[in-house]
């Protein structure tokens, strides 16, 4: 266990429709990393943030979105559902981003039908 | 283009067996080079870290190696057993943006 926690585990949602997805960052680590990670394919980063700030964005649509709170844990927001949405989505938390040992959470399983 | 390519793809073998995986980069300036361990539907669990200055590095029964000079990483895994089934990722790091960037994997599967 990686200290790392991730809700729900599973998500089915429909095109169009918006989801929430929630990360707790291990104890102490103030940078959380979210990525999309596609059946067979490597994780796609989304987006960094750090002292509840965005620190970096990957190409992502503008309709996925997020935010960190006092506590370091983290959201992900995405809004008008499409199909290619689903996908394992991970989020990961570091004390230093690029440098120190980076702590994935199990991952939500987000279905768009 | 910075990226991460790895070799096999996927790759079968028996338990007890010795087996490597390949990753090179193009990603530049580097950072550093992690590989990660992924079972299915879970999130990946880091194995090694190395920088620039590390040609090896061992965690139990994986070695990972690494020639900064060619941008070409190994990853070894000595006497295989059934739960090392799993995808096996190469990461690096980007010096320029501290961001880490994936390769693909490789699939392992372990048989008895």
């Known amino acids: 266990e990686t200290g790392v926690t991730q809700s729900p585990t599973h998500l089915i949602k429909t095109r169009g429709q918006q989801v929430t997805l929630r990360c707790s960052s291990q104890s102490g680590h103030n940078t959380v990393s979210w990525y999309q990670q596609a059946l067979g394919q490597g994780p796609q980063f989304i987006f960094q943030y750090y002292r509840e700030e965005e620190n970096g964005r990957g190409n992502f649509p503008p309709r996925f979105s997020g935010l960190q709170f006092p506590n370091y844990s983290s959201e992900l927001n995405v809004n008008a559902l499409e199909l290619d949405d689903s996908a394992l989505y991970l989020c990961?938390?570091?004390?230093?981003?690029?440098?120190?040992?980076?702590?994935f959470g199990p991952g939500t399983r987000l279905t768009v039908t | 283009k910075n990226q991460v390519e790895q070799s096999p793809q996927s790759l079968i073998i028996l338990e007890g067996k010795n087996c490597t995986l390949q990753?090179?980069?193009?990603?530049?300036?580097?950072?550093?080079l992690r590989w990660y361990k992924q079972d299915t539907g879970r999130g990946p669990v880091s194995l090694t870290i190395m920088t620039f200055s590390e040609n090896t590095k061992s965690n139990g029964r994986y070695t990972a190696t690494l020639d900064a000079d060619t941008k070409q990483s190994s990853l070894h895994i000595t006497a295989s057993q059934l739960s090392d089934s799993a995808s096996y990722i190469c990461v690096v790091t980007s010096g320029a943006t501290d961001k880490l960037i994936f390769g693909t994997g490789t699939r392992l599967q372990v048989f008895p």
């Open positions: 990961a938390s570091t004390l230093r981003a690029g440098v120190d040992e980076q702590y």
């Open positions: 990753c090179n980069y193009t990603v530049s300036p580097f950072s550093n």
